[in-house]
C-alpha cells in the first residue's frame, strides 16, 4: 500500500494506492489521523486505486470518519472501485459516507 | 510447517469433501493473511475461478482467519495454535474450509448487524461476518474433534 496527501486551498487529498486489508489498515489509520490532527479544514480521501478493502479498512474509515464528525470538518471519499463500492453497499457505508 | 493434529486426528472417509483438497497450514499472526491470499490467487489462476469468485472468497478467508487469529486461537498457550485452510472446487461451487484449534465459536450464528444511520451511531467493528454472509452461497460451521470448522463457498456460476 502506498499514501501520500497533497494540500490545497481549500482541502487536502490523501491518496491510497492499493489494498486496504487487515495488514494494511492500521498504517492507513495511523497516516489519515496524522492528517487530521496536522492539518486543518476539508479532507478528500482518493480510493480510485484502492480495488480491495475489508472490514479492518471499514473500521479504520470510521475512526477517521467519526474523528472529522466531532471536529465538525468535512470528510469525503472519492473514486470508488466496483468491489469497494459493494463493501460499502452491504455495509452501509455508502449511506454514512459522503461519497464524491 | 506442522503436519500436524488437523491431519492426525480426523477421519477422512470416502465421503468427505475435503479429501483432496488443497492445503495450506498457517502460523496464527496476522501477517500469514497476505500469504493465504496470495495462495488462494494461486489456485484461483489454476483453475480459471471466475474474478468475483476469487474476490468473495478472498475477502470472506481474509475475514474469518483475522477472527481466529484475533479472537481465536489467540486463547491458547504459545505455539499449541494450529489454523488450515482446505480448497476444493467442485463443478459448480469453490469452496474453502478453515480448520482451527480455538475454543469454539460459530460466526454464521451471530446476529445480523443493523446498518447505522450515522457515522455518529456507527460501532466500529462488527461488519466482517456481515460481509461473509452477504457475498458467500455457502457459509456454514461445525465443531468436530476438537476443531472449529468452517466452510466458504461461492458458486462459480451466478445464479
Redesign the interface.
Given at each position: 500500500m502506498q499514501i501520500d496527501r497533497e494540500q490545497n486551498d481549500t482541502h487536502t487529498v490523501i491518496r491510497v494506492k492499493g489494498r486496504l486489508d487487515t495488514v494494511h489498515a492500521k498504517t492507513f489509520e495511523s497516516y489519515v489521523c496524522d492528517t487530521i490532527r496536522d492539518v486543518p479544514g476539508a479532507l478528500v480521501i482518493d480510493m480510485s486505486q484502492v480495488d480491495y478493502i475489508a472490514s479492518s479498512g471499514l473500521r479504520s474509515l470510521l475512526i477517521a470518519g467519526k474523528q472529522m464528525k466531532a471536529a465538525q470538518r468535512d470528510l469525503a471519499l472519492s473514486g470508488l472501485q466496483p468491489h469497494v463500492r459493494e463493501v460499502f453497499d452491504i455495509s452501509g457505508f455508502a449511506t454514512i459516507f459522503k461519497i464524491v | 510447517m506442522w503436519s500436524g493434529s488437523l491431519d492426525g486426528e480426523e477421519t477422512i472417509g470416502p465421503d468427505d469433501a475435503f479429501a483432496a483438497a488443497d492445503r495450506l497450514a498457517l502460523a496464527a499472526e496476522?501477517?500469514e493473511?497476505?500469504r493465504a491470499?496470495d495462495w488462494l490467487e494461486g489456485l484461483a489462476a489454476r483453475d480459471a475461478l471466475p474474478e468475483r469468485t476469487l474476490?468473495k472468497l478472498?475477502?470472506s478467508l481474509?475475514?474469518a482467519l483475522?477472527n481466529i487469529i484475533t479472537y481465536g486461537v489467540s486463547a491458547l498457550p504459545a505455539g499449541e495454535a494450529r489454523i488450515a485452510v482446505d480448497y476444493r472446487q467442485d463443478r459448480d461451487m469453490a469452496r474453502l474450509r478453515i480448520s482451527d484449534n480455538g475454543p469454539p465459536f460459530d460466526p454464521t450464528a451471530r446476529e445480523e448487524v443493523v446498518?447505522?444511520?450515522?457515522?455518529?451511531e456507527?460501532e466500529?467493528?462488527?461488519?466482517?461476518i456481515?460481509?461473509m454472509r452477504?457475498?458467500l452461497d455457502e457459509f456454514s460451521y461445525c465443531y468436530a474433534g476438537g476443531h472449529n470448522r468452517l466452510i466458504l463457498g461461492s458458486r462459480l456460476v451466478p445464479v
Open positions: - | 496476522l501477517d493473511l497476505s491470499a474476490f478472498q475477502l481474509e475475514e483475522a446498518n447505522p444511520a450515522s457515522i455518529e456507527a466500529v467493528g462488527g461488519h466482517g456481515q460481509l452477504h457475498l
